[in-house]
């Protein structure tokens, strides 16, 4: 019956034992997933929050500014290239322009104890500088408001450093400032006294560069759309900077039409200047000349010589402004590296489609090659191919320039012929009135330009007037619309959550993985046949004599339970020899030794114990006992046998130290003076304890293996390897040398909560059912809170 109560109840208890390890991992996962959230609430909370800005912009084909208006119908189709206009927006002098426009010279920042926070336009104060004194820049200066009337300057970045207590509007100059501070309307006294700011002086160069390194261009799916975006920690100041850049943009766009516009009514001004000047020549010398003469009308037969001679002279000054035009195209052409402000034929009244034409292409080369310029390197792919065809159109149109030479040549001629006939047929008429003639037709003929540019500059004035711009905003920047981009706050306490289960999960596995410690009974029956002696809980006190100083701890009862397992093992024997082994050092096997030996000399048994492990003997230290003699001395002769066992302070406890230790342990213990010891003893004592060395590190206790009965082999949970199962399965097998091997589970941590304390599974129905104020130390663990949640972790 104690067997089947015994197997059913330590079933239980691993029923029990499982469940609640499920559950310490499971808190262990709680926490981790406590703790995972918790550091993702702080960087969400202290994390300087980054916010995405954009707006859009409609990018149109170019309107006709003036100078196409003046050549007539556009013989091409004329279409922006998306990527000129995205490297524009992303250049340096858009973005310095863009910058030269807000006020971005100063930052704001407040002092905090974690973060610092930036200011824009809601700083409680507002520095105030020269601008004809070249200020020292990305220099921090720290201030701290005193009062409303004062405040505190320091400047600890220079050597030496500055520290100097100002009145807000007074001046400050040295040699690397001049400034004054005034307070503004966002400035609350309750709130800013002694609060701690600072700011720093931003270059403009520098500045732009920032500005223009954080603007992202993006062309839409379909149509002519660009959107324009930029990261940054203030949301006003970005939505400020992206709508002025977008405004400096389509403003810049327009500028170059207009001035293309005003060269042209330039232009036209100018020979209007000198065409008034030759019409008032000539009417005044009309005038003199009727009055002079006294002529006023010509005669009707002389009428249509000199009409035809007004109109081929006529002819003859056009074809000599054209040629005029033509050589001005012709030096512009071999001295300009643009076309920006040229001259359109129509103005001189030349209506030439192929020249018209290839002006027109010329421009829109020059000016494809400039916004090309702003991005690509001077030895690109694409500039070369622009340079290439500006070379090609350029070289067409000298070609068309000297054909067009030689075509107004051939009509010159003819013209020049005509007249040379005409006025050899008018010589018959008076001089008088030939020269009145003569002087009529200059004027008729300037008085024809004069009206064509008139008209011409009323035209330009007009195109200059209603140019329009070609791109226009479809979204402005709103902080309606900004983006979070970082920090990430769901996707954060997302990735909390899973670290917060996957780090435990992988601990655990790991753990699993490379712990090759002995962690619970389950270890040793999986891996061994040995009987199980016995297990010995964890001892939190000092002293190693817990079954004597602690008669009614959960240790003392573990060891009752050993001790009663033991006699059911050598029932048969009257004289008991017990050796007592481990593996290694540090797994309790002289703490076993000396509580198994008190146990048994407890229950009215003369007991001795034998301090064997001669090379590193602890038992005379437990009992505050000398190490001068003892077994070693007396297997040398040195001493008698009553000369070396001890009593102990517990009765029917004797002691045989080990000695000083000698230089050849294993072969005192294999001389015959040893096992004559041992025989004399047997006679003397009821039970004898030995304890030898640890077996992995010298073979003493395999020596003695003969002269015992039955031989302990101790193990400490979370200590010892599970490596040290084949040797026990070894020594298992090997009967006839090591006679009945059992090994003990020492150290065994079990939380109170398992409701059996320590002592369970001790054998024949002994160590069930103790446990909540059964053993002296339930009533201290009661009330010691780190002590139960020590013991429900380490499981």
Request: hydrophobic content about 40%.
């Amino acid at each position: 019956m104690a067997e089947i109560q015994k197997k059913n109840n330590s079933e239980l208890l691993d029923v029990k034992k499982i469940f609640f390890k499920s559950i310490s991992k499971w808190y262990l996962f709680l926490l981790s997933i406590s703790l995972s959230i918790f550091v993702s609430y702080l960087i969400n909370k202290y994390t300087v929050p980054i916010y995405e800005i954009s707006l859009d912009i409609l990018i149109e084909d170019k309107k006709e500014n003036a100078l196409i208006n003046l050549l007539g119908k556009n013989p091409f189709q004329e279409k922006k290239d998306i990527s000129n206009e995205i490297a524009i927006l992303k250049s340096y002098d858009l973005a310095k322009e863009t910058i030269d426009s807000l006020d971005f010279r100063i930052t704001y920042v407040a002092s905090g104890r974690i973060k610092n926070s930036s200011f824009y336009k809601d700083a409680p104060f507002t520095v105030n500088l020269d601008s004809s004194f070249e200020q020292k820049t990305a220099l921090k200066i720290n201030i701290r408001f005193l009062s409303e009337k004062k405040y505190l300057l320091k400047i600890d970045d220079i050597k030496p450093s500055i520290e100097k207590t100002l009145n807000f509007g007074e001046q400050y100059k040295s040699d690397l400032f001049n400034f004054n501070i005034i307070l503004n309307e966002n400035f609350i006294s309750e709130e800013e006294n002694n609060k701690e700011f600072y700011f720093f002086i931003n270059s403009i160069d520098e500045l732009s560069k920032f500005y223009k390194s954080r603007i992202e261009v993006e062309k839409a799916s379909s149509g002519s759309i660009l959107k324009l975006s930029m990261q940054g920690e203030i949301i006003d100041k970005s939505i400020d900077y992206l709508n002025k850049l977008s405004e400096v943009y389509i403003n810049k766009g327009l500028r170059d039409k207009n001035q293309n516009a005003l060269n042209i009514i330039k232009f036209i001004d100018k020979r209007l200047e000198n065409i008034l000047d030759s019409l008032q020549n000539t009417e005044n010398e009309l005038n003199n000349f009727r009055e002079d003469e006294k002529i006023f009308n010509i005669e009707a037969e002389n009428s249509a010589i000199f009409e035809e001679l007004k109109n081929l002279k006529s002819k003859r000054l056009d074809i000599n402004i054209k040629f005029q035009y033509v050589d001005y195209l012709k030096n512009y052409i071999e001295s300009k590296s643009s076309f920006k402000d040229i001259m359109a034929p129509s103005v001189v009244g030349i209506n030439d489609v192929l020249l018209d034409a290839l002006i027109k292409k010329l421009i829109d080369l020059y000016e494809e090659k400039e916004k090309v310029s702003y991005s690509a390197k001077e030895n690109s792919p694409n500039l070369l191919i622009i340079n290439q065809n500006i070379e090609q159109t350029r070289k067409s149109f000298i070609e068309n320039i000297k054909n067009i030479i030689v075509t107004t040549n051939i009509l010159l001629r003819n013209i020049e012929s005509r007249i040379k006939f005409l006025e050899e047929k008018s010589q018959s008429l008076p001089i008088t009135e030939r020269k009145l003639s003569k002087i009529q037709r200059r004027l008729n003929s300037n008085d024809k330009i004069y009206n064509v540019l008139l008209e011409k500059r009323v035209e330009a004035k007009i195109a200059f007037a209603s140019n329009t711009a070609d791109n226009k905003i479809l979204n402005t920047a709103k902080s309606e619309e900004t983006l979070l981009i970082s920090p990430k706050i769901k996707k954060n306490y997302i990735n909390a959550l899973l670290i917060g289960l996957v780090l435990p999960f992988a601990f655990i596995l790991l753990r699993e993985f490379f712990n090759n410690n002995i962690e619970d009974k389950k270890d040793v029956e999986d891996n061994t046949d040995l009987p199980v002696l016995g297990y010995v809980g964890h001892n939190d006190l000092k002293s190693a004599l817990i079954t004597f100083e602690k008669k009614k701890s959960s240790i003392a009862e573990s060891f009752r339970a050993i001790r009663t397992n033991l006699q059911y093992m050598l029932m048969n024997k009257d004289k008991k020899v017990i050796s007592i082994t481990s593996t290694t050092s540090g797994e309790g096997k002289t703490f076993c030794a000396i509580n198994i030996a008190s146990i048994i000399a407890m229950s009215n048994k003369k007991t001795l114990l034998i301090g064997l492990d001669l090379r590193r003997p602890k038992i005379h230290f437990e009992f505050g006992l000398e190490n001068k003699i003892g077994l070693t001395t007396y297997l040398i002769g040195k001493n008698k046998l009553n000369e070396i066992i001890f009593p102990s302070k517990i009765k029917n406890l004797f002691i045989a130290v080990s000695g000083p230790i000698p230089p050849n342990p294993a072969e005192l213990i294999e001389t015959d003076k040893m096992k004559n010891f041992i025989e004399i003893v047997k006679k003397q004592f009821d039970t004898i304890i030995i304890d030898t060395p640890p077996i992995a590190l010298v073979t003493d206790a395999l020596l003695i293996a003969d002269f015992t009965d039955a031989n302990i082999y101790v193990i400490r949970q979370n200590y010892s390897k599970k490596d040290v199962f084949k040797l026990m399965n070894e020594m298992y097998k090997n009967k006839k040398n090591v006679k009945n091997l059992s090994v003990l589970l020492n150290d065994v941590i079990v939380p109170s909560y398992y409701g059996y304390g320590y002592g369970y599974g001790y054998g024949y129905g002994y160590g069930y059912g103790y446990g909540y104020g059964y053993y002296e130390e339930d009533a201290e663990e009661k009330n010691n809170f780190y002590q139960k949640i020590k013991n429900f972790f380490n499981l």
